[in-house]
């Protein structure tokens, strides 16, 4: 079954606006990453966040460990925040592995 | 710098014959694996390294051949590539595996194969 889930798979912003995006997964976890891949293809680290919350500039993370969830938060969003967001957790169940979410395709509109 | 370098960033070439893509890191890192991106199916591991002269399988490892006889080289091979390994692949690194290391997985900057 999927081990890695996230929601929305497709979200558009006007620029200026907040999103909320969220990643579930099925196991406790080691090792949890937030990361943007941008329009070039390039895969940008944002968070390493394993539990807890983090804060960079307009983006933060929470994770929530005992309940199987992280939630990536956009606020003020600009046209440079477009591309897709992965979260990628080291799951208890699966050896040395990152294994990827399906990715969150944002768009943000001038 | 601190960079995880692959080359090269594209290539189209034609069934069967073998191609290394290759991958290095100037960070140290014992941990570097090599993963494929296809549209719909998001990242997929294919083979990962901990070590020097030690890898393992990931998720999609058919078809790929990886060795690792330096600590900061991690060559991806496809000794007869067929047209299904058209994709986009990523090489990683960090500092250790993941389920040890509090550190983040650098990623290099992606080759793009097509295979006809």
């Known amino acids: 079954g999927i081990q890695v889930e996230q929601s929305p798979p497709d979200l558009i912003l006007q620029e200026g606006a907040n999103s909320t995006l969220r990643c579930n997964f099925s196991?406790?976890?080691?090792?949890l990453q937030w990361f943007h891949q941008n329009p070039w293809g390039q895969l940008i680290n944002l968070f390493y966040?394993?539990?807890g919350t983090k804060q960079n500039g307009r983006l933060s993370a929470t994770t929530v460990a005992t309940e199987r969830y992280s939630l990536l938060y956009i606020s003020s969003s600009q046209t440079t925040d477009s591309g897709v967001y992965f979260c990628?957790?080291?799951?208890?169940?699966?050896?040395?592995?990152?294994?990827f979410g399906g990715g969150t395709r944002l768009m943000v509109k001038p | 710098e601190a960079q995880v370098t692959q080359n090269p960033r594209y290539l189209i070439t034609v069934t069967g014959k073998k191609l290394t893509v290759t991958c290095s890191q100037n960070?140290?890192?014992?941990?570097m694996s090599w993963y494929r991106q296809d549209p719909g199916l998001g990242l997929r591991q294919i083979y990962y390294?901990?070590?020097?002269?030690?890898?393992d399988k990931g998720d999609v490892p058919e078809g790929y051949k990886v060795s690792r006889k330096e600590k900061r080289n991690f060559p991806l091979i496809l000794e007869s590539p067929s047209p299904n390994q058209t994709s986009l692949y990523f090489c990683?690194?960090?500092?250790?595996?993941?389920?040890?290391?509090?550190?983040?997985?650098?990623f290099g900057d992606g080759t793009r194969l097509s295979i006809l």
């Open positions: 990683a690194s960090s500092l250790k595996l993941p389920r040890y290391s509090n550190q983040p997985q650098h």
């Open positions: 196991d406790s976890v080691n090792n």
């Open positions: 966040i394993p539990s």
């Open positions: 990628a957790v080291q799951l208890n169940n699966a050896g040395n592995m990152l294994t």
């Open positions: 960070m140290n890192h014992e941990y």
């Open positions: 390294s901990m070590n020097v002269e030690v890898t």
